[in-house]
T-cell receptor, first 120, second 109 residues
Framework: GAVVSQHPSWVICKSGTSVKIECRSL??????MFWYRQFPKQSLMLMAT?????????EQGVEKDKFLINHASLTLSTLTVTSAHPEDSSFYIC????????????????FGPGTRLTVT | GQNIDQPTEMTATEGAIVQINCTYQ??????LFWYQQHAGEAPTFLSY??LDGLEEKGRFSSFLSRSKGYSYLLLKELQMKDSASYLC??????????WGAGTKLIIKP
């Protein structure tokens, strides 16, 4: 159980275009989802936290107009990178927290497999 | 401020034991996580400690001392597939994970 999927797993786009990444919790309800970015040989950097049905909370330095996050349902969150530039090329990873009582005690985050974005 | 410190890189021999240390400073504390991340893949959960002491799970064990702000991950009977980065993350009072930069573990035959 506790599987999170991401789509696409990799994407190449041209500079100036927008890219949408989907994150789905397959067998649990994700009341909270997190979006991370990871550059080569660096640790995870939290970009934003989204709760179902409300606006995402962005970390300092992350442009909310550039990285649009929508968490419309308990199983789906999307990240749209608008007007992508080569410096946005990175590994984007989502994670989800299970909102059911069985796992609430640990607040464990379940990670998706990641999406590698390359902007040319 | 909030901070997590762990070594950047460690090397160990196949079959041996290695201990990866992590120290943390957070605003409040709701537990300490260890994740394993192979190159190009997402992190996978290894352990969670919220009380002092040692938690053993097969070849992997994790220890926590809340008074010292210290944790370690112990890997026994090392295998080549254990070559990966190991991420330490502390959960603060807002249940937000504060991530360390990760420790790259290199296993040599």
């Amino acid at each position: 159980g506790a599987v999170v999927s991401q789509h696409p797993s990799w994407v190449i786009c041209k500079s100036g275009t927008s890219v949408k990444i989907e994150c789905r919790s397959l067998d649990f309800q994700a009341t909270t989802m997190f979006w991370y970015r990871q550059f080569p040989k660096q640790s995870l950097m939290l970009m934003a936290t989204s709760n179902e049905g409300s606006k995402a909370t962005y970390e300092q330095g992350v442009e909310k107009d550039k990285f649009l996050i929508n968490h419309a349902s308990l199983t789906l969150s999307t990240l749209t990178v608008t007007s992508a530039h080569p410096e946005d090329s990175s590994f984007y990873i989502c994670s989800a927290r299970d909102g059911t009582s069985g796992r609430r005690l640990t607040y464990e985050q379940y990670f998706g497999p990641g999406t590698r974005l390359t902007v040319t | 401020g909030q901070n997590i410190d762990q070594p950047t890189e460690m090397t160990a021999t196949e079959g041996a034991i290695v201990q990866i240390n992590c120290t943390y400073q957070t605003s409040g504390f709701n537990g300490l996580f260890w994740y394993q991340q192979h190159a190009g893949e997402a992190p996978t959960f290894l352990s969670y400690n919220v009380l002092d002491g040692l938690e053993e799970k097969g070849r992997f064990s994790s220890f926590l001392s809340r008074s010292k702000g210290y944790s370690y991950l112990l890997l026994k009977e090392l295998q080549m597939k254990d070559s990966a980065s190991y991420l330490c993350a502390a959960m603060d009072s807002n249940y937000q994970l504060i991530w360390g930069a990760g420790t790259k573990l290199i296993i040599k035959p």
